[in-house]
């Protein structure tokens, strides 16, 4: 029972180049989420999806884009890293009428 | 302003008690959680309480809500140098999914 795994856990890119962090969970959840996670600021809802196929737009989207093809997997693509998007990200997802949240332990990466 | 807020820190010393604030501006919130972060590690769920409570016991840990005033607080009993960690305060809005974050308190228990 892994709950919800996040890879990479740690990444330094470049400037420019791209990425995909993948989030995956074994629970069966309808909704999954990705966060931010800076400095002094709490965490923040970049997209969410609340069933395979379907994403929409958090609090800080830019930047961002998602995608949920199978229902087990939610993909969170940065097209052009900026030195911005240095944070730590996470992952989370939760069943459909269950408030119960849970989290991935997390991606660190930093942009030079 | 800020939806959700939290002071920064708190000192205790072991085996005190230590009190955690939270405030919210969202009369809609329907839940309202704890999270508990220690270094280096993701978000670990101490508990939650649904709007139309006052209050929640989970053995060390007390929830108080009060809804007039949107305030939120953790009472953690006997307080151990494990507890040493950022607690975050979080809600969920009536219609929506997603949980908002405050920006953490950082308790430090000294021995």
């Known amino acids: 029972n892994a709950g919800v795994t996040q890879t990479p856990k740690f990444r330094v890119l470049k400037t420019g180049q791209s990425m995909t962090l993948l989030c995956a969970q074994d629970m069966n959840h309808e909704y999954m989420y990705w966060y931010r996670q800076d400095p002094g600021m709490g965490l923040r809802l970049i997209h969410y999806s609340v069933g395979e196929g379907t994403t929409a737009k958090g609090e800080v989207p830019d930047g961002y884009n998602v995608s949920r093809l199978k229902k087990q997997n939610f993909l969170l693509g940065l097209e052009s890293a900026a030195p911005s998007q240095t944070s730590v990200y996470f992952c989370?997802?939760?069943?459909?009428?269950?408030?119960?949240?849970?989290f991935g332990s997390g991606t660190r990466l930093t942009v030079v | 302003g800020e939806d959700v807020e939290q002071s920064l820190f708190l000192s205790v010393r072991e085996g005190d008690s230590s009190v955690i604030n939270c405030t919210y501006t969202d009369s809609s919130s329907t839940y309202l959680y704890w999270y508990k972060q220690e270094p280096g590690a993701g978000l670990q769920l101490l508990t939650y309480?649904?709007?139309?409570?006052d209050m929640k016991q989970d053995q060390r840990l007390t929830v108080l809500l009060n809804k007039k005033d949107k305030h939120l607080s953790l009472r953690i009993a006997d307080t151990q140098t494990g507890d040493s960690a950022i607690y975050f305060c979080a809600e969920v809005k009536e219609g929506r999914r997603a949980l908002t974050f405050g920006s953490g308190t950082r308790l430090q228990v000294q021995p």
């Open positions: 309480i649904f709007s139309n409570m």
């Open positions: 989370a997802s939760n069943i459909q009428g269950n408030y119960g949240y849970t």
